[in-house]
C-alpha cells in the first residue's frame, strides 16, 4: 500500500553523523505515524525513534536519545533521522516504518507497523 525508501546509509567513524532519509509514496493517504527501527546481524528489531502524524510528539529509545532526531518534511511524506555521536554500537541495518492510516500515535513495537522500506546499512568504526 505504501512505499518506503531509505538512504543515507555508509561507513563513519564512532563520533561521526549521519543523516537518514526515508521517502513514503503510493498510497499516501491518511494519517500515519511513522518510526525508524535497527536491526543488527542475530539480534532482533529494536524501535529506535518514533514521530507521531502532525510532529508533535516524538519517542526516543533510551540508547538513542540525545543523540539522534529524527523530523518530518512539510508534506508528511518524508522522515528523517540525524544521528550524532555515532558508536559502534550503533552500527545495524535501519529500517523506515509506517502504522496503519488514522494509526497518529508513536508506536514502539515492530508489530504497530504496517509498512516498511527495505533498510539502509550504517557501519560505525571504532
Known amino acids: 500500500q505504501v512505499q518506503l525508501v531509505e538512504s543515507g546509509g555508509g561507513l563513519v567513524q564512532a563520533g561521526g553523523s549521519l543523516r537518514l532519509s526515508c521517502v513514503a509514496s503510493g498510497r499516501t493517504f491518511g494519517r500515519y505515524a511513522m518510526g525508524w527501527f535497527r536491526q543488527a546481524p542475530g539480534k532482533e528489531r529494536e524501535f529506535v525513534v518514533g514521530i507521531n502524524w502532525s510532529g508533535g510528539d516524538t519517542d526516543y529509545a533510551d540508547s538513542v536519545k540525545g543523540r539522534f532526531t529524527i523530523s518530518r518534511d512539510d508534506a508528511k511524506n518524508t522522515v528523517n533521522l540525524q544521528m550524532n555521536s555515532l558508536k559502534s554500537e550503533d552500527t545495524a541495518v535501519y529500517y523506515c516504518?509506517?502504522?496503519?492510516?488514522?494509526?497518529?500515535?508513536?508506536?514502539?513495537?515492530?508489530?504497530?507497523?504496517?509498512?516498511w522500506g527495505q533498510g539502509t546499512q550504517v557501519t560505525v568504526s571504532s
Open positions: 516504518a509506517a502504522r496503519n492510516p488514522g494509526r497518529t500515535a508513536v508506536g514502539v513495537r515492530v508489530s504497530e507497523y504496517e509498512f
